[in-house]
């Protein structure tokens, strides 16, 4: 049995993390780990990932390789997290990727079907087989969702990034429905919403493609993916409440990075 009144007793919790070899991902399984989580990072690359593993140097992380657009690597990805920890407590759909600020008539059809794929369809396959593992298992899980430009209902449309905008609106929506299908099930869904980061996926292609006043605003009040992290771990390993979002760029951060710009070192957009 576990003995509430001391943590250190406590089975330590298992985190998957799909797009963990870079960005927001890479840097959380690094907190994570330091908060004492076993941690799965995966990668389209498995040499990657396990690359991305050893060099974070924590015994109790594991690389795996997964391209979230295939189910039966999903599948793979739930198994040997389970083979190796023997649960997952908390699976966080981070894959995502861009694509170049251009028009829609610009883009392939394959770049489209990528994103889709990914930032969506990942997304929902993820959260169906981590579903599946989570609702048999004791004590349930936690499904996690990095949200996106595009996830708020708030947020006006951009022109150049529609289909990435796309996609995090409709996995927005999907996952607040899953919230509410599965209360009270011993499954939580929850939401990352981590704000701008100079990051692949937020940059979609060169920054110089980005209009100037874009890329200075940005900068301004962008923040790495690690002091992002660092400030999400903790917040991850403690949320208790379904539909729990997990918010970077709050108004009182936003106030703060614009009075205080002239004196900070801005995000290299």
């Known amino acids: 049995m576990t003995d509430r009144r001391n943590p250190a007793a406590r089975p330590a919790p298992v985190v998957v993390i799909t797009g963990g070899t870079s960005g927001l991902g890479r840097a959380l399984a690094r907190e994570l780990a330091a908060r004492g989580a076993a941690v799965v990072l995966s990668g389209r690359s498995a040499q990657k990932a396990e690359e991305a593993a050893s060099a974070l140097g924590e015994a109790r992380i594991l690389g795996v390789g997964c391209d979230v657009r295939r189910a039966p690597e999903i599948d793979a990805l739930w198994e040997a997290a389970v083979a190796r920890f023997g649960r997952v ?34 997304a929902l396959t993820g959260a169906r087989r981590a579903l599946q593992g989570m609702l048999t298992q004791p004590g349930g899980g936690r499904i996690w969702l990095t949200e996106g430009l595009g996830s708020s209902r708030l947020q006006p449309a951009m022109a150049g990034i529609g289909v990435y905008g796309a996609s995090k609106s409709a996995a927005g929506y999907a996952f607040r429905a899953l919230a509410k299908e599965y209360r009270g099930t011993g499954v939580q869904i929850g939401f990352l ?50 539909g729990r979002r997990l918010t970077w760029l709050t108004p009182a951060r936003t106030a703060s990075h614009l009075l205080t710009a002239p004196f900070r070192r801005r995000q290299p957009f």
Do not use: K
Not at 97 to 103: E, N
Not at 196 to 215: D, F, H, K, N
């Open 193 to 242: 919403r981590p704000g701008i980061m100079p990051t692949p996926v937020v940059l979609g292609g060169p920054a110089t493609e980005l209009p100037a006043a874009t890329r200075q605003m940005a900068g301004i009040l962008g923040d790495s993916a690690e002091d992002v992290a660092r400030g999400f771990a903790p917040r991850i390993l403690r949320a208790r409440r379904n």
């Open 89 to 122: 407590d908390h699976w966080i759909n981070n894959a995502g990727i861009g694509h170049a600020h251009r028009r829609l008539d610009d883009l392939d059809p394959e770049q489209v079907d990528a994103v889709l794929g990914t930032n969506l369809t990942g």
